[in-house]
């Protein structure tokens, strides 16, 4: 069998820095270096896979945040239910593992600009103005929704967001 799949234009020089885009978000997100490996992996086949459709347009580096911050988001809630080694068994819980569900569940009920601001602040460490940039939006948006996102999670958390509140760069 021969396989006619030739890499399409771009993709091999944009390769590492999205690789390492995707690394960082999943690490923030599930706190393993394997697992991030896993979903940044995934993210680049897929993005390989969309490449068409993303690979000149100037937002391709936050569709590849989102993809890898679903990605990883899914990978823990996954590992929270399906730990090998229940809970009782051990004496405590994760308590890593549990929160990152915590926050993860608490994005996902996010508005979608909200969740994409605080992906990309916060998991892809871009600035105010890079994640502007990215998103096509003003800073002044991007402060609104990152301070309204915020506030939306602190009150359905109850807690303070330790890595989600100052600024990661």
Known sequence: MSANLRTPTG?????????????RVALR???????????????????????????????????????????AFDAARARSRFSDTPPEETGREDEDVAARVSLAQELARLPRRQ???????HLAGHSEAETAEVLRVSEGSVKTHLHRGLAAMRSRLGVEMGGMTGDVR
């Open 115 to 121: 969740r994409e601001v605080l992906a990309l602040r």
């Open 29 to 71: 997100a599930l706190g393993n270096p394997t697992a991030a490996e896993d979903v940044a992996v995934e993210t680049l086949a897929r993005a390989f896979a969309h490449w068409g459709k993303i690979g000149d347009q100037p937002w391709r580096e936050g569709w590849v945040v989102r993809v890898a911050s679903n990605l």
């Open 11 to 23: 993709f091999e020089e944009a390769f590492d820095g999205l690789y390492a885009t995707a690394f």
